[in-house]
């Protein structure tokens, strides 16, 4: 719900031309997740072991 929220107030309030960070372990995990989520979607990805 938070991550909508400041989605909404970017578009409102779009910030000036620079750069967005993150660290490199939240990055990780954000693609993990992704995969894990396209894991029995997509050809050749493969659910081994998902956490609800």
């Not at 995969?35 to 029995?40: C, E, F, M, S, T």
Request: proline share 4%; charged share 20%.
């Amino acid at each position: 719900m938070e991550a909508a929220n400041i989605a909404d107030e970017i578009l409102v309030h779009p910030p000036g031309q620079g750069f967005l960070t993150i660290s490199n372990a939240l990055q990780w995990r954000l693609q993990y997740t992704r995969v894990i989520d396209l894991a029995g979607q997509e050809e050749g990805l493969i659910a081994i072991y998902r956490e609800n």
